[in-house]
């Protein structure tokens, strides 16, 4: 890894430990501007076909997530 692109959210309030720990550059997208997160944007693109929009999480079990996950990380690619 060399770069991180994150959003500005107080979740990466540690960036400058981040970036040393990992040795990569740290970068912030502008707000409102989903083409510099793509790999995010195509992440929550995908997560939305097993959970979509409104959808209550207090309706999600683990086995729910679990399912998901491991369609995500065994689909086929290119």
């Known amino acids: 890894m060399h770069t991180l692109t994150t959003d500005n ?6 960036h400058e430990r981040i970036a040393s720990a990992l ?12 083409w510099e997160r793509g790999a ?3 992440m929550n693109g995908l997560i939305r076909q097993f959970f979509p929009k409104g959808m209550r999480f ?3 079990t683990d086995d729910d997530i ?6 995500l990380n065994h689909r086929p690619r290119k």
Do not use: T, V, W
């Not at 959210?9 to 540690?14: I, N, S, T």
């Not at 040795?23 to 989903?34: I, L, R, V, W």
């Not at 679990?66 to 369609?71: E, F, G, P, T, Y």
């Open 9 to 14: 959210g107080k979740e990466f309030a540690q």
């Open 23 to 34: 040795s990569a550059d740290f970068f912030f997208a502008h707000p409102y501007a989903s």
């Open 66 to 71: 679990a399912l998901a996950m491991h369609r």
């Open 58 to 60: 207090n309706c999600i």
């Open 40 to 42: 995010n944007e195509n």
